[in-house]
């Protein structure tokens, strides 16, 4: 299930909550494309924000597609996937000339 739609080139935010809070611990993240494609050639590790247990990581798609973020712990528990949708923006001419992408909101550039 789809949770998010973002679009290609937008930094995607990510956000993980060890149970009980351990702090200290390593915590990875792979990505992966369609069809399973893991996209990271090895876990990356996110970072732990403080000492809070909550940890972040970033990743930005290339391209339009169902995406998929698998997070754990390093010994192999804890794991969460999430699934989002990443896609391409259209552009538009306006009559006055300026260029705007519809999106979630309309931007324009001009």
Known sequence: MT????????TIEILYQAAWAPSDITVNMEIYYENKKLVSDSPIALTELGN???YYGESIPDAPGEWSVQVEKSDGTGRTVKTFSVIAPF??????GLECAYIQSQECIG
């Open 91 to 96: 552009f538009l001419t306006e009559p006055w």
């Open 52 to 54: 809070s247990g909550r």
């Open 3 to 10: 949770e998010r739609k973002f679009k290609v080139g937008e």
